[in-house]
Every structure is written in structure tokens, then in C-alpha cells.
């Protein structure tokens, strides 16, 4: 888990700001909001340097409503979602979330000076499930392929799950899910979400603490 979340930070850098546009091909919804929260993010000297708070803010008020968490949480538990009650799978969803939210936050101004390309969508009308292609365009080194499956609902297109060089998000934690699922249960997988949310929001505590020490200087 700990190193795919390192290379899923790369999502960060745009997986915010999608418009309510239901209206809107996945592929022009992807592009057209890239460029938007990339030049937020740019134009944004507390964002630029790390404010976690404020990046939560933003994730928190234009990401989230177009992700299917749910979706992603089962799709991850796979045949152990069952295995779940239905408070133990609402509680799944909700440390799940909290934890690709802060993941993708704290790499939000990290990876704001990255170029996004969008590939066209090559899809038939009526198509309520899509596959946008993307690439991460770095200064050096090779560009990064990230690819969202997306579903089209009632609330529009929506994200539910990311993959990132070939590597699914969803396939890549349902192995570690499944593993402390094995260990002890679901309440054993909730545990170690749960303390990894705490570890990441001490953290992100301690961080802004440093740039309030730095600021008054």
C-alpha cells in the first residue's frame, strides 16, 4: 500500500474542480478542469506551499462529489465485501475516502508544475462507461499514463477507480485488503485504515505547525 500511495500522488495535481456538467464528454470534463485546477493551484502561493487545510478545503468541496467511493470501497473489498456488515461497509467507505483524499492532497502542489494530455474518448452514444486516457507530462524522464474509469449517472460522469502505469488502484488495494481481511477480519482491515488516517492527519498537523513557525519568523 505505502508505495502505491507514493505513485498515485500524482492524481493530486488535477483530480479536482470537475464541474457539474453532466452534459459534458468525460474526455472534455477531464481536460477542461485539469487546466482549471492547475492554474488554482499555480496562481496560489499558500496552496504552492503546502497548506493542508486550504488543499483539503478544495479537494473537499470540488472533488468528492464526483467520485463513486462506494463503488471503489466494494470494488476493492471484492468477494470480502459481503463479508462486511452494513455499518462495517459504511465505515469502510468513509476511512477509504479519507484516505485517497489525503493521499491526493498532500501531493496537490507537489505535482501542480506538471502539463496534463488528455486523449479523445473513442465511444458510442449512450455509453454510460468510459475509460479516459491521460499522461503526465514531467520537465524530465517519460510522461506517467493515468487512466480513469468513469461511469456516467445521474449526477454525471463520475471516477471510480485509477490507473496508474498499468497498475489499478482498486486491483492494487484489494490485495492488501484482502490480506488483513485474512488477518483478522474486517475489523482488522478497519483498524489499519483507520490508523493510517490518524498517522497522515498527525502528520499533516505537524507540517502546518512548521509552516506557521517559518511564517512568523
Do not use: C
Not at 452514444?125 to 510522461?143: I, L, Y
Not at 490507473?163 to 492488501?176: F, I
Amino acid at each position: 500500500m505505502k508505495k502505491y500511495l507514493g505513485i498515485s500522488g500524482l492524481l493530486a495535481a488535477w483530480l479536482v474542480a470537475f464541474p457539474a456538467a453532466a452534459e459534458v464528454s468525460p474526455d472534455t470534463l477531464v481536460d477542461n478542469t485539469a487546466q482549471e485546477v492547475l492554474s488554482i493551484v499555480r496562481q496560489d502561493k499558500e496552496l504552492r506551499a503546502g497548506n493542508m487545510a486550504k488543499i483539503l478545503d478544495l479537494v473537499e468541496a470540488k472533488v468528492l462529489p464526483h467520485f463513486n467511493f462506494t463503488r471503489m470501497t466494494r470494488l476493492a473489498m471484492g468477494k470480502n465485501w459481503n463479508k462486511a456488515t452494513p455499518q462495517q461497509q459504511e465505515e469502510l467507505v468513509k476511512e477509504f475516502r479519507t484516505l485517497l483524499v489525503r493521499t491526493y492532497s498532500n501531493a496537490l502542489s507537489t505535482y501542480s508544475d506538471y502539463k496534463i494530455k488528455v486523449e479523445p474518448v473513442r465511444s458510442k452514444a449512450g455509453d454510460t462507461d468510459t475509460t479516459v486516457k491521460t499522461k503526465v507530462m514531467q520537465d524530465s524522464g517519460q510522461p506517467v499514463d493515468i487512466d480513469y474509469s468513469m461511469e456516467k449517472t445521474g449526477d454525471g460522469w463520475k471516477v471510480y477507480d485509477v490507473t496508474v502505469a498499468g497498475v489499478s488502484l482498486v486491483t492494487n488495494y484489494r490485495s492488501t485488503f484482502n490480506s488483513q481481511v485474512r488477518e483478522g477480519g474486517v475489523e482488522k482491515l478497519l483498524k489499519t485504515l483507520g490508523d493510517k488516517n490518524r498517522a497522515l492527519a498527525a502528520n499533516d498537523k505537524k507540517a502546518a505547525g512548521n509552516l506557521e513557525t517559518v511564517a512568523t519568523q
